[in-house]
Nanobody, 126 residues
Framework: HVQLVESGGGLVQAGGSLRLSCAASGDTFSNLAMGWFRQAPGKEREFVSGINWAGGSTYYADSVKGRFTMTRDNAKNTVYLQMDSLKTEDTAVYYC???????????????????WGQGTQVTVSS
């Protein structure tokens, strides 16, 4: 299994920015498609963004499109989520997820990812 450790969460005012990082170990990072998900209290875990193994393809939930940017650095075994123009509704625990792949596709659903990090809290105040 892949071990994933998220960092970069915190408290920010609405309109502000945060950058989340997720460091991976335990597998060849360039064999992995990666995803970011979030879960607010009382709600199901939802897809935020995904990136393919090479970083050439990304996909975003409509709620974050144009505000969030997902990238990866395969030399550092790390994936990032740059979050700009944050809104109070972005408040949630953010999770990094990984899966081994044989293609260049991006994966969008919780059930497609076997490996998860412990999560990092993002709180956006009004």
């Amino acid at each position: 299994h892949v071990q994933l450790v998220e960092s970069g969460g915190g408290l920010v005012q609405a309109g502000g920015s945060l950058r989340l990082s997720c460091a991976a170990s335990g597998d060849t990072f360039s064999n992995l498609a990666m995803g970011w998900f979030r879960q607010a209290p009382g709600k199901e875990r939802e897809f935020v963004s995904g990136i393919n193994w090479a970083g050439g393809s990304t996909y975003y939930a409509d709620s974050v499109k144009g505000r969030f940017t997902m990238t990866r650095d395969n030399a550092k075994n790390t994936v990032y989520l740059q979050m700009d123009s944050l809104k109070t509704e972005d408040t949630a625990v953010y999770y990094c997820a990984a899966r081994r792949v044989l293609s260049g596709r991006v994966y969008l659903s919780v059930r497609e990812y076997p490996d998860w990090g412990q999560g990092t809290q993002v709180t956006v105040s009004s």
